[in-house]
């Protein structure tokens, strides 16, 4: 949002000097023709992509009965090809993590947009980015020489591969985004929104809670989404500390057990699957059925953005 | 060049303020004068002379910005409202502010009207109520929005905004109602308005403003200071500083000489 009464920079006259119009003219169809093939194979990989796992996973609701897919066992030796312990691997997972990373990432934003002098955010900030910038590799890493042997020892199970180790380590790698997207979002809400907060005898902290945070709210949702987004589409980490046991959880206590995402069966069978059979076109339907999940969220995220600019655009009329 | 009549108290009496910022600009080079009650006092002068600093001081909005000297008093009703312990919160629900773009809350008429109210802690619907009645008929928005107090503050035009956040201002029963550039951005009918509603609530409140241009000034001032570039050249009486000013600058200002 920016101050519509900026003054704008005045166009630059984009008359050529005489002789030189010719060359300038071939430039300009050179450059604008390279923008444009770039830009157009964007859009055309990601349909590729899309055309490639419908024409590799379609096959698989054929060969396999719909009711066995949603059964609830997955075990594809022996032809058991139920997709919803996979599902609900990685929902629980993706929500686990979510459900730590919102609060968190909101309040550490709020700490460092609002609370803290300038010369500490500073600071901060570069240290989440950097946060950001870990490879999925080092955490899971970490979790598995740390996180693991620690909850296996605090929650007293087999194994301290459960899925709260993965929910845990994902929380901790979605945090940077959530505080990164919060922390920008609590920065464009204007300071004539703080005074006013203030100037009606408000405390600092109930301007926050009152005026700041709502008015940064859709913003929030946005962070959580690309929160979730990267939760979901995580591989590596998950796959490292959450024991990759297929199973449906019976109780919410089963979040200290083994547990195995969409992703990390991918990546565990692609490799070792007889190209063309069954389990082959199975592991597409998961990517298609992960593709259409994480599709649904950015297109829940992008509406979400689009109602806020047009609200934005309603207040400045 | 007294005139005939009662001299007004004064509400707040600066003495010898400075106010400096950390980069570097200084924007208020001891400042000494009196803000009369029951009057309107003038702020006028270029932009960058120091006005806003001097509004967001007098109720500690400063406290927030990168303020790296402070030094002078501020007395209101004799009492140093500089002093490092001295109640902010109670000092700005004594002391409202107006802002030049308005600045209506995330919700519904009705509620931003009462914000301030519900925050000190009044829950009685009727005495609400009535706040939101005598306000808006205060700040002459109550005939047009009346039937339709439950609607979203953004769907109100500019002028009215700034009459309800003027409206918001007046249900904390604010002793001083500050407003800075209130009418900078309104069509002449809702100028017109505003400035009749100032005129009626002299009666029972300090009112500073720094007007959005010298003919405004002219127009509204009982007292009127001359700020530019963080010094006050001249504070006199309204019809003094306009039509027979001592300092040479401020004459050379009113004509329009420069500005």
């Known amino acids: ?317 | 060049m007294t005139t005939p009549g009662a001299t007004p108290e004064p509400k707040i009496q600066i003495l010898d303020l400075a106010v400096a910022y950390s980069d570097g600009t200084e924007s208020l080079q001891g400042i000494t004068m009196d803000i009369y009650a029951h009057q309107i006092n003038v702020l006028f002068g270029p932009a960058g002379g120091g006005k806003s600093t001097l509004l967001r001081t007098l109720n500690r909005l400063n406290d927030q910005a990168d303020v790296a000297l402070q030094r002078g008093q501020i007395l209101l009703d004799g009492e140093d409202i500089l002093e490092r312990d001295y109640d902010v919160i109670q000092l700005r629900r004594r002391v409202g502010i107006v802002f030049a773009r308005p600045v209506p809350l995330p919700m519904s008429i009705y509620e931003n009207v009462v914000y301030g109210l519900r925050l000190a802690g009044v829950k009685d619907k009727a005495q609400l109520d009535a706040a939101v009645e005598r306000t808006l008929k205060q700040a002459v928005l109550w005939d047009e929005i009346a039937d339709r107090l439950g609607d979203s503050a953004y769907a109100l035009s500019g002028g009215q905004q700034q009459r309800l956040c003027l409206a918001r201002s007046l249900a904390l029963q604010p002793e001083v109602i500050m407003l800075d550039e209130p009418t900078s951005g309104l069509d002449p009918i809702s100028t017109f308005k505003v400035e009749q509603t100032l005129q009626n609530l002299k009666k029972d409140y300090t009112i500073l403003i720094v007007p959005h241009s010298v003919q405004q000034a002219a127009r509204i001032a009982d007292w009127a200071a001359f700020f530019l570039q963080g010094q006050l050249v001249e504070w006199g009486q309204g019809r003094q500083v306009f039509t027979a000013p001592k300092n040479r600058r401020t004459e050379e200002y009113i004509t329009g000489r420069f500005g």
């Open chain 1, 1 to 317: 949002m920016a101050h519509s009464d900026q003054p704008l920079s005045p166009t630059p006259q984009l008359s050529a000097a005489p002789g030189s119009g010719k060359r300038g003219t071939l430039a300009e169809t050179l450059i604008s023709r390279a923008i444009q093939v770039t830009g157009i194979s964007t859009v055309v990989l990601v349909l590729l992509i899309f055309v490639f796992l419908i024409r590799e996973g379609l096959p698989a609701f054929v060969q396999v009965p719909l009711a066995d897919l949603l059964s609830a066992r997955w075990y594809p030796i022996e032809d058991y090809f139920g997709l919803l312990p996979l599902i609900a691997g990685s929902l629980i997972i993706t929500v686990g993590a979510a459900v730590i990373a919102l609060p968190l990432g909101v309040a550490t934003a709020i700490f460092i947009a609002e609370i803290v002098p300038d010369w500490v955010r500073d600071i901060l900030k570069p240290m989440v980015e950097i946060l950001a910038g870990i490879p999925s590799v080092v955490i899971g890493f970490v979790g598995m020489l740390v996180i693991v042997p620690l909850f296996r020892v605090a929650f007293d199970t087999p194994t301290g591969l459960t899925a709260f180790t993965g929910i845990v380590l994902l929380a901790w790698m979605a945090l940077p985004t959530v505080v990164s997207v919060v922390e920008d979002v609590l920065d464009t809400v204007p300071r004539t929104y703080r005074d006013a907060g203030l100037a009606l005898g408000m405390t600092r902290w109930q301007t926050i809670a009152k005026i700041v945070v709502p008015a940064g709210k859709s913003g929030i949702l946005t962070a959580l989404m690309l929160g979730v987004g990267r939760a979901i589409g995580e591989t590596m980490t998950v796959m490292m500390v959450t024991g990759n046991a297929p199973r449906i959880p019976s109780g919410p206590l089963d979040i200290f057990r083994p547990a195995r995402t969409m992703t990390a069966t991918i990546a565990a069978e692609m490799g070792e699957v007889a190209q063309g059979s069954t389990h082959y076109h199975v592991l597409f339907a998961v990517g298609l059925t992960l593709f259409v999940i994480t599709f649904a969220i950015n297109l829940a995220a992008a509406a979400v953005v689009f109602r806020r600019t047009k609200r934005a655009e309603r207040m400045l009329s």
